[in-house]
């Protein structure tokens, strides 16, 4: 049933099947932040990018019977038009082979919240690329306040993050790692809208897990001893299957429901989330700069969306 044609009744419980979506890929990816900085801090960055970029790809293959079109399926890499092929691989560079490695990696030597307040600027860094690159928008003034709210929250994040000198540097690889994601969400839009969101995210995580295979010899190599203890595998499951998996797809049914503009309000809400539970887990502190910086950027990226 096309939208124009359903009620009122009918359309606000789309809308809440939307929002309940996306309140469930939030919470799985402010989990991520901290239930996957065990993993971050025990596997070696390139083992762990390895393992996660495989599981994806494997999960993904097993799930293809369920989530697309058995006549997608059944049709062959060669039918797939030269043009889409050199932007799928584009997609696996910037947004498997380059963020997960360099989230993987910052995560190991920074905090889930600074974690989280960084990625909440996704959609910033989206529109700056959009502007200087892309050449879909153009500046206006009135998003300079909402910009300079957000970024205030970001660096007295990492203010607070450099008064402990095992959290200096893991900032930068993350904030490396939220520019791929946003060149890729810039990237993406044309040929998503020609095979569907759940196809090309399939396609794009079998690449990346197909680049990763030297990055998770690498780690075997460089990975001295594995963990006896079950709470790092558990952390690894949750990044593969959480974050790579069942994120992904909330977030594509969310997008069904709900307009690209309400699906990214979500992302500023992570701030908090990542903060509150970070606490709550004993992995780092509520303190008042982590509290302020985290309402900052969440203020700032709310009033952005407006």
Known sequence: MRPSLLTPSQRRIERWKGHLALTGQTLIICGGYVVGREAAQTFDPLFLTGVRAWGSALLYCLLLPFFLKAKWIKARWHDIP?????????????GILFNQMLFNWGLRYTTAATTALIYALTPSVVYWL??????????????????????????????????????????????MAVGFWAWYLNYSPPIVSRMGAMEVTTVVMIIGGVLHTPTLCAGLLRQATFPESPGPWWSLAYLIVGMSVMAYLLLNAGLRYLTPTQTALYISFQPIGTALLAAAFGQEPLTWQLAGAAALTTGGMLLFHR
């Open 130 to 175: 959009s502007i200087w690159i892309f050449r879909r928008e153009s500046w206006r003034w009135q998003k300079a306040g909402a910009l300079l709210l957000a970024y205030g929250g970001v660096v007295l994040a990492l203010w607070h993050n450099l008064l402990h000198a095992s959290h200096g540097w893991g900032w930068t690889l993350i904030l």
């Open 82 to 94: 030269t043009e889409w092929k050199k932007r799928l691989f584009v997609l696996s560079i910037v």
